[in-house]
């Protein structure tokens, strides 16, 4: 199997963090990145260093003037006086604002809230960059699963909470969406998006939502008690054309392999039911029991049945990385997922 990384993936390091109205460090850090790469090589799997992305691959999946906003945000955040060192936003735009046809802002202090969801994807001087290598990993992986086989995107940072024109959740570019899209343009009819971090996928739940020919199934903790807080009930099962082909199973805090699995089990049975040409994996290992904020209690084990569960689909499936943060365990989750699966 090989594996797409780049180094430049380790340049974006998020400082900021609030946790119960407190900032504290962020766990999305470039050590994430490091186990993973560390427990790729120990395996003596191919590592390979992917093209870089272009612009109208992005424009599959993101807004053209998100993509601008991404790019230009931190330089120009660095001209207002006393700017911190990254970019937050202090305001985001209201439903009630929305209906009442608010619009972008010119100013960069407005942008930050209208092309952000939340405060927890602090945009520094690296994080376009490193986005963009991120991207062309899954892209990668995405072109070794068009032509039959699998492959593993080291993608960093994560991109499941991107919707098409707004960050959030660590991440700023939908990799996994824009896998699917690159399977689906290489002429696979049907492609199927699993998602098993332990956070509802709401960006690529949303950019699939009225969509038939990507099925969307996440495993995650209940949004009642959990991030992303608003999505990821299971009555949320798309609109229009895509309406049931989004399946959702929001997980009571805590649970373990057994629960964990069965649910994986019965999302496996709607995949097979929509008989894919091809698989994208969002791969998070913030199920674990060992996570620093975890909702669930997935063991090593658990991960390992998983991935043998998965790649007895017998489907081309590009694996990509998003969550997991506890930096000493995420090399052995991932070797356990990836013997399991079959690499």
């Not at 003596?44 to 993509?67: C, G, K, Q, S």
């Not at 960006?203 to 992303?228: A, C, K």
Request: proline share 6%; aromatic share 10%; with cysteine.
């Amino acid at each position: 199997m090989k594996v797409f990384w780049h180094e430049a993936q380790l340049k974006h390091a998020p400082r900021f963090f609030l946790l119960r109205g407190m900032p504290r460090p962020n766990f999305e850090v470039p050590a994430r990145a490091e186990a993973l790469l560390a427990s790729c090589q120990a395996m003596r799997l191919d590592i390979v260093t992917p093209e870089a992305v272009t612009r109208n691959a992005l424009l599959t999946v993101h807004d053209a003037a998100y993509l601008d906003f991404l790019r230009d945000a931190h330089a120009t955040w660095s001209t207002l006086p006393d700017a911190g060192q990254e970019v937050v936003a202090n305001s985001h735009p209201s439903p009630e604002m929305l209906s009442n046809g608010a619009r972008a802002p010119g100013h960069i202090i407005g942008q930050a809230g209208w092309f952000t969801s939340d405060a927890a994807c602090p945009i520094g001087r690296h994080t376009w960059e490193s986005s963009a290598w991120a991207a062309a990993c899954a892209l990668a992986a995405a072109d070794e699963a068009a032509s039959g086989r699998s492959a593993y995107a080291l993608a960093r940072p994560p991109g499941h909470h991107t919707f098409r024109a707004r960050a959030g959740g660590h991440c700023y570019v939908n990799n996994a969406a824009l896998a699917a899209e690159r399977l689906r343009a290489s002429g696979a009819t049907r492609v199927a998006v699993l998602d098993i971090d332990s956070h509802h996928g709401n960006g690529t739940q949303n950019i699939f939502w009225e969509r038939p020919d990507v099925m969307f199934v996440s495993l995650h903790g209940d949004p009642n008690r959990y991030y992303p807080w608003f999505t990821g009930h299971a009555a949320e099962r798309g609109d229009g054309p895509g309406e049931g082909f989004n399946v959702n199973f929001p997980l009571p805090i805590g649970s373990g392999d057994d629960v964990w699995l069965a649910a994986l089990a019965t999302g496996l049975d709607a995949i097979r039911d929509f008989s894919p040409d091809a698989l994208v994996v969002s791969l998070g290992f913030d199920a674990s029991e060992h996570e620093p904020l975890n909702a669930l209690a997935v063991t090593a084990d658990g991960f390992a049945r998983a991935g043998q569960s998965i790649g007895d689909l017998r489907l081309p499936t590009a694996i990509v990385q998003e969550g997991g943060y506890n930096t000493s365990l995420l090399g052995e989750l991932l070797a356990r997922f990836l013997n399991g699966f079959g690499r």
